[in-house]
């Protein structure tokens, strides 16, 4: 019995090394350990002039080998206080990846710029319906976020103007 633990163990200490999922491969894949960070987020949120479910937003950042990273961003606009925590439940327009899907990005301790897709949440979080984004101010969070537990490693947060949600016809 305990000859075939061994064996089991062995094999999948050579099966994990093989694959990469040893203890070695679990560090920074020869980067520095060090935190993501993010630049620079633009000044605009610029909504699609082809379907107005879409926004897009620029930022740049910049993170390092290791743990999954993606990115998460988030466009709220009206209500008494978009930048307030829980502020989806009374914002009137919310659009963020979560609606367009996750952002993987490249973390090769490079600079990136990168613009991001972003789509509307028709409803909040209690099934209240949300609005479409209006051409003016709203509040933007450009944020790298751990894949694994959803920790946030890096945010960039401000006011910014969106722009292009003109006239589409008839609702």
């Excluded at 979080?125 to 479409?132: A, D, E, N, S, T």
Aim: some cysteine; charged content about 20%.
């Amino acid at each position: 019995m305990q000859r075939i633990r061994l064996l089991v163990v062995l094999l999948l200490a050579v099966a994990m090394s093989l694959t990469g999922l040893g203890s070695a491969s679990a560090g920074t894949d020869g980067y520095p350990t060090q935190a993501p960070q993010i630049k620079s987020v633009y000044g605009y949120a610029t909504v699609d002039s082809n379907d107005r479910e879409v926004a897009r937003v620029r930022g740049t950042y910049k993170c390092f080998g290791g743990q999954p990273i993606h990115l998460w961003v988030s466009v709220k606009q009206g209500g008494p206080d978009p930048t307030a925590p829980g502020s989806s439940a009374t914002v009137k327009a919310w659009y963020d990846t979560n609606a367009s899907h996750d952002v993987y990005v490249n973390c090769d301790g490079q600079w990136h710029t990168r613009t991001v897709r972003l789509g509307r949440e028709a409803t909040d979080f209690g099934g209240r319906p949300l609005g479409h984004l209006k051409n003016g101010r709203a509040w933007l969070q450009f944020c790298l976020v751990a894949g694994e537990d959803e920790s946030l490693l890096a945010s960039e947060s401000r006011w910014v103007t969106v722009r292009g949600a003109g006239y589409y016809g008839p609702a």
